[in-house]
């Protein structure tokens, strides 16, 4: 089943909203508040910092900004990802009278990472007033109804969203995606032609919905959209990516490489991938030609080898050689053994030998055991390579 969470941003402003910064600008140096200056570091992503400023707060002091001080505890948790301590902290934040809905948002949030969907749904059905104005609330209830197992609450949740925020389309993609889980691939499809042809709709919508496609077992389907992306977004360099994997999954390993070859001309390290591609499909020659064109390194090398042993080409294989020892590949059992075997072909018993002697893992010792006792074998019968 495609599991994917629902995206929604949640701002950091709360905590500034809550930080008092004012006052901390007025206060002298000797002076300061603690709870200031937590939120000011907050704000600085210095997650540590402000948590060693709270730790020298009095939870006690009867002055003490108690919905400033749970909130700010409770970012850190959040941040951290200490979801159950992230959503014991934000509710008593809520308590001691905090009010900005967007952090009973990220209480809601908490507390479905936490694994309390009903505590989540609950905290979402408080201050709807508020709520039912955002669409990210909407997609937690959403996520809260489907964490119980309930689609049909979910798909109302998403509808009555829809209906609520019309301006955010994040409500018809999860609806989209819920269609693609439920096997109703038809309507799913759609409704999506619709999402993608909407006003502003980026490559992202597509890749999550081609992936929505292939966790349903529709590959075809999730290559014909992503070729259409690859047409209108031809800069993102994600979408050959997305396109390449899923050629893959079809068993279309040279589509993916013609698609990986394509984009190695803004990506050259993209070359390898499709090399490997075109080995998978049998064309060798075009793998080592694509492979020619990958930056000098072990990357390159190690592929090199590869692509030559099985091709057969053992003079090539073993001229790799003295690069491979350059770069300290020989080091490598795997290296080590594809290069003696090369040698070994060609009748060089003592080459074959001399790197044989490099391998220490049991398995490829194994294998040059065996290839030794058939270097000797030939040998005496005057038949290698």
């Known amino acids: 089943m495609h599991k994917r969470l629902w995206r929604y941003g949640l701002s950091l402003v709360l905590a500034l909203a809550l930080s008092g910064g004012a006052l901390y600008a007025e206060r002298p140096t000797d002076d300061v508040d603690p709870l200031a200056l937590a939120a000011l570091l907050i704000s600085d992503g210095r997650w540590d910092k402000a948590a060693a400023a709270l730790a020298e707060v009095d939870p006690n002091d009867k002055h003490l900004d108690r919905a400033r001080y749970f909130t700010q505890l409770g970012l850190i948790a959040r941040h951290e990802e200490r979801w159950a301590d992230a959503a014991k902290l ?67 949740a998403l509808s009555q969203g829809a209906e609520a925020v019309p301006d955010d389309l994040r409500m018809a993609e999860q609806q989209v995606l819920l269609l693609i889980e439920l096997g109703l691939s038809q309507e799913a499809l759609a409704r999506a032609q619709l999402l993608l042809r909407a006003e502003g709709a980026g490559a992202d919508r597509w890749i999550l919905l081609s992936e929505a496609l292939r966790g349903g077992g529709q590959d075809a389907r999730a290559a014909a959209l992503l070729e259409e992306a690859r047409l209108r977004f031809p800069e993102d360099e994600r979408v050959p990516l997305a396109l390449a994997k899923t050629y893959l999954a079809l068993e279309q390993p040279l589509s993916a490489g013609l698609v990986l070859q394509s984009a190695s001309s803004r990506r050259p390290e993209l070359a390898v991938e499709a090399a490997e591609c075109f080995r998978r499909a049998g064309q060798l020659d075009r793998a080592l030609r694509l492979n020619g064109e990958v930056p000098d390194g072990p990357t390159k090398t190690r592929q090199r080898l590869g692509l030559l042993l099985e091709a057969e080409d053992f003079e090539r294989a073993a001229a790799l050689t003295p690069r491979a020892t350059r770069l300290g590949l020989v080091e490598e059992d795997e290296v080590a ?44 019968e005057g038949s290698c390579g």
């Open 337 to 380: 053994y594809g290069l003696a075997y090369a040698w070994m072909r060609l009748g060089e018993a003592k080459q074959a030998e001399a790197l044989l002697k490099y391998i220490q893992d049991p398995k490829v010792f194994q294998r040059a055991t065996q290839l030794r006792a058939a270097l000797a074998a030939c040998l005496a």
């Open 90 to 156: 934000l509710h008593q934040a809520l308590k001691e009278g905090a009010t900005d809905p967007n952090l009973r948002l990220m209480l809601a949030q908490a507390e479905l990472k936490a694994d309390a969907p009903e505590s989540a749904l609950s905290t979402l059905n408080t201050d709807r007033a508020a709520l039912d104005t955002m669409g990210a609330a909407w997609l937690l209830r959403a996520q809260a109804h489907r964490a119980l197992g309930d689609t049909a609450g979910a798909w109302d």
